[in-house]
């Protein structure tokens, strides 16, 4: 191919050798041999080595004879570039020795060289991202010192990471009066035991609160508003958080399942372990059973071994007979060894929202031991303590039994409402005591106990801490009456010889403020009725509801093509709209809470009342009575029932 190329040699610019240049060419191997295989002046005078095979050898030789390379040999310049004056040629030492590049990032085993005590030098790979570390959400008052280290990628804000670094100082108790008395950072929050597993939050009562009572008097004296036609909103909360509390749990509380309970809550206020009572510590739990699925209170006895089974038996059985409003009842009690030790249970019934009369009245300091100053208790409160408590007594004392336990931490509270909460545990526990007491001077020593625990809230003193009864009788002189004084100097000082305290006695020294408690009971009896009567309204306003929209805008039924528009069902329709879409003179939709459940409340009364039906074109009317829309849709809705299958929880509307 190259001989073929040549051949015109008029066509191409004859390429000559290429000219030595005052070197050695014999051991070079010639541009035109690698180019175009031979050399046209091979014989006409090149100088090039022509032979491939001597070439390649003697390129190996040369190889194999140069010099290694060497830092100070002259560096590479440009022929057509002038050296600048006073500047080296060679390379520095220190550009020999630098650490060779690694990029950021990059998997490599090859580990980054740095010198000793050079500090100067720059490393990114060595430096990490800023990440905070143990922030503690409830910290206001400063920073503090982090020594865990949770990782370069670990998030800092994350659940788990921020239960972690919780204080375990304390336990939230939603039952407890004051939530900023609570030990430890953060209680504001709210977290249980478990935080870091699973948020719990108490429902937002705020959200469902009507308006503030300052825009009442921009009303007319005929017009309400629509919460005016419901239960109140205090009632409404109060209720609300009953059911939240009673339904309330513990994520990961430790503590187990019994026999037949489950869901085990602890609804003490205080972790401390008191055995003042009962000569054992005690705990209070709430649980559900699981049979019936209510929830009850269990107050736990702890380290207690019964030795008889019968105290068990014969005790419970006479304090279940017990059935009075000032008395928590007592269901049953049992053994138990799920706790760990032997533990003796009493099952009563449960209060939510309730807490202990020594609680609500000598609530702790800022979550310190140290009792606050309250003001003084107004007289009437006191004496409707007194006609509760004397009201309990003569249920417990009639059934020939003592309450022996009657003390402010075992009396449990509730909107001037109080129980005694720790009834029949000492009857068990001391049983087979040898130096037990007859249940005639255990009923005096009721007397004496129900006077000291009066005197401590007239007095704003803790019982255990009376050390002269007549000193706290003359400092509430003259804070209250002389008749309250005299009774609880009856109820504390010993009797007279052969003369015998009983709750007929006391009651009978009172019948003025047991006439004014009746009647304050009776009139908060009246109150709670009259918004029962408006829910009950409401209820079956809610059932006319139910039975209206089964009927509406149902399609093919019953075997007829578009069903509820045909026959008398075209008047349930027409008696919606006019209930729920009629509009003002300008078109506008008119929202009348009022007219809604005066027109659904005639309607469940059938009143013969006659009202206006019009269709939307206006060209149909219908004049028909309460009493007749009445029976259409008791009518409409019997023939779905035919038509359909019987509901499966039986239940009818």
């Given at each position: 191919m190259a001989a073929t190329r040549y051949n015109s040699g008029d066509l191409r610019r004859?390429?000559?050798?290429?000219r030595a240049k005052n070197r050695d060419t014999k051991e070079t191997l010639c541009r035109n041999v690698v180019i175009y295989g031979h050399c046209r002046w091979e014989d006409s005078g090149c100088t090039f080595n022509h032979d491939q095979n001597k070439a390649s050898g003697s390129q190996t030789d040369l190889n194999s004879n140069r010099r290694v390379f060497n830092v100070e040999s002259p560096s590479f310049t440009p022929a057509n570039q002038q050296q600048p004056a006073g500047k080296k040629s060679t390379f520095s030492s220190q550009a020999a020795s630098a650490a060779p590049f690694t990029p950021r990032g990059v998997g490599t085993s090859t580990p980054t060289l740095q010198q000793p005590g050079d500090s100067t030098i720059f490393n990114p790979a060595a430096i990490r991202e800023f990440t905070p570390q143990n922030y503690d959400v409830g910290n206001t008052n400063g920073a503090q010192s982090v020594?865990?280290?949770g990782g370069l990628y670990s998030d800092p804000f994350s659940i788990n990471s921020l239960g972690q670094t919780m204080p375990p100082t304390g336990q939230y108790n939603p039952y407890a009066n004051d939530p900023n008395t609570l030990a430890g950072a953060g209680g504001g929050l709210y977290q249980p035991a478990g935080f870091g597993n699973g948020l719990v939050h108490p429902p937002n009562y705020h959200l469902y609160q009507p308006p503030s009572e300052l825009y009442r008097p921009s009303l007319q004296p005929y017009q309400r508003t629509t919460y005016d036609f419901f239960i109140p909103k205090d009632?409404?909360?109060?209720?609300?958080?009953?059911?939240?509390?009673m339904q309330q749990l513990l994520p990961n509380s430790g503590l187990p399942n019994l026999d037949r309970w489950h869901s085990l809550f602890p609804l003490d206020t205080k972790a401390t372990r008191n055995s003042t009572c009962f000569g054992y510590p005690s705990w209070m739990y709430k649980a559900q059973n699981n049979k019936n699925g209510r929830h009850f209170a269990l107050r736990r006895i702890e380290g207690y071994r019964l030795t008889n089974e019968k105290a068990i038996l014969n005790v419970t059985k006479e304090w279940k007979k017990v059935i009075n409003a000032n008395i928590v009842t007592v269901h049953e009690a049992f053994t138990t060894e799920f706790f760990g030790d032997s533990s003796l249970i009493f099952v009563y019934d449960f209060h939510p929202l309730s807490e202990t009369l020594y609680d609500h009245h000598f609530p702790p300091n800022n979550g310190h031991n140290r009792l606050r100053n309250t003001n003084k208790i107004p007289e009437n409160?006191?004496?409707?303590?007194v006609c509760q408590i004397a009201n309990a007594l003569l249920a417990i004392h009639n059934a020939k039994l003592a309450a022996r336990c009657l003390e402010l931490s075992k009396i449990i509270w509730?909107?001037?409402?109080?129980?005694?909460?720790?009834?029949?545990?000492?009857?068990v526990l001391h049983h087979d005591s040898p130096n037990r007491k007859t249940i005639e001077e255990l009923q005096q020593e009721d007397f004496v106990k129900f006077g000291r625990i009066i005197l401590a809230l007239a007095t704003i003193t803790p019982t255990l801490n009376f050390n002269n009864i007549d000193a706290a009788l003359a400092t509430m002189a003259p804070r209250y009456s002389t008749q309250l004084k005299g009774v609880l100097e009856w109820l504390i000082k010993p009797s007279a010889p052969g003369e015998t305290k009983t709750v007929e006695t006391l009651l009978g020294g009172m019948t003025t403020h047991l006439a004014n408690f009746a009647n304050f009971v009776m009139q908060e009896s009246d109150e709670k009725e009259f918004h029962l009567m408006r829910e009950l309204e409401n209820g079956r306003i809610a059932r006319l509801m139910f039975k209206l929209s089964v009927v509406n805008e149902r399609g093919d039924s019953c075997g007829v093509h578009n069903w509820s528009e045909t026959g008398e069902r075209l008047l349930l329709k027409l008696f919606r709209d006019y209930v729920f879409h009629q509009v003002d003179a300008d078109?506008?939709?008119?929202?009348?809470?009022?007219?809604?459940?005066?027109?659904?409340?005639?309607?469940?009364?059938?009143?013969?009342?006659?009202?206006?039906?019009?269709?939307?074109?206006?060209a149909t009317v219908f004049v028909v009575s309460y009493r007749s829309i009445r029976q259409m849709l008791d009518r409409a809705y019997g023939e779905l029932g035919k038509e359909g299958k019987p509901s499966t929880t039986g239940a009818t509307i």
């Open positions: 004859q390429v000559g050798s290429p020594t865990q280290d009632r409404r909360e109060n209720l609300q958080k009953k059911l939240f509390h409160v006191l004496w409707s303590y509730e909107n001037n409402r109080i129980r005694l909460a720790a009834c029949s545990i000492l009857d078109g506008k939709a008119r929202l009348d809470t009022n007219h809604y459940l005066s027109c659904l409340s005639k309607l469940d009364a059938s009143s013969e009342e006659q009202i206006l039906l019009t269709s939307r074109d206006n």
